[in-house]
């Protein structure tokens, strides 16, 4: 099992930048693919990023495509989203994920995610 916790969120204007961290502990950090998931209120969870456990491979969703940079660093166990011009839209709780399914270079489905942090809340001001 292996415990996350993210960092990092807060309130910014439209244009702007964050930059969240998800520090990992418990499971070997640099043995999994790690994913960034997004829920805004009323909302379902949505995938946001993922990466491979080398941090080789990444993947977007389109929302963010562009914009948003998902990276890690397996000799500091941690996990960084890079938000650029964000959107009012982009506003929700965003939560860092460990999978273990390892068979998926980048998962972009919940439920290949087994670990699960706290969440961070992201607001963008119009």
């Known amino acids: 099992q292996v415990q996350l916790v993210e960092s990092g969120g807060g309130l910014v204007q439209a244009g702007g930048s964050l930059r969240l961290s998800c520090a990992a502990s418990?499971?070997?950090?640099?043995?999994?693919?790690m994913g960034w998931f997004r829920q805004a209120p009323g909302k379902e969870r949505d995938f946001v990023a993922a990466?491979?456990?080398?941090?080789?491979?990444?993947s977007y969703a389109d929302s963010v495509k562009g914009r948003f940079t998902i990276s890690r660093d397996n000799a500091k166990n941690t996990m960084y989203l890079q938000m650029n011009s964000l959107r009012p839209e982009d506003t929700a709780v965003y939560f860092c994920?460990?999978?273990?399914?390892?068979?998926?270079?980048?998962?972009?489905?919940?439920?290949?995610?087994?670990?699960w942090g706290q969440g961070t809340q992201v607001t963008v001001s119009s």
């Open positions: 994920a460990a999978s273990n399914v390892l068979s998926i270079t980048t998962p972009r489905q919940i439920y290949h995610y087994r670990d």
């Open positions: 418990g499971r070997a950090f640099s043995t999994y693919p």
């Open positions: 990466i491979s456990w080398s941090g080789g491979s990444t």
